[in-house]
Nanobody, 115 residues
């Protein structure tokens, strides 16, 4: 299983970024996917989830209305569109797959929101 995040960077408050997570090594369209984040000095926290068919999504309260999770099963990729970014969104963002009772994580992509 391999998960590779990309799309992070430095953005001003109010700006947008689109993160991608390219998956390989498993049957992507059989599994739900998740985004988490970890800010310096804080625990890793859940951000968003999407079911295998994309029919169900879930969000942490602090990103509702600003972030959108989506997936392209043909490309084995899950996305996180982040709008109206705030300085408190600064963190390393990780995608996660839960496969047969094991969690698999990517290496993360840094998102910094600052003027």
């Amino acid at each position: 299983v391999q998960l590779v995040e990309s799309g992070g960077g430095l953005v001003q408050p109010g700006g947008s970024l689109r993160l991608s997570c390219a998956a390989s090594g498993f049957t992507f369209d059989n599994y739900g996917m998740n985004w988490f984040r970890q800010a310096p000095g804080k625990e890793r926290e859940f951000v968003a989830s999407i079911s295998w068919s994309a029919s169900n999504t879930g969000y942490a309260e602090f990103v509702k209305g600003r972030f959108t999770i989506s997936r392209d099963n043909a490309k084995s990729t899950v996305y996180l569109q982040m709008n109206s970014l705030k300085p408190e969104d600064t963190a390393v963002y990780y995608c996660k797959a839960h496969i047969r009772n094991s969690d698999y994580w990517g290496q993360g992509t840094q998102v910094t929101v600052s003027s």
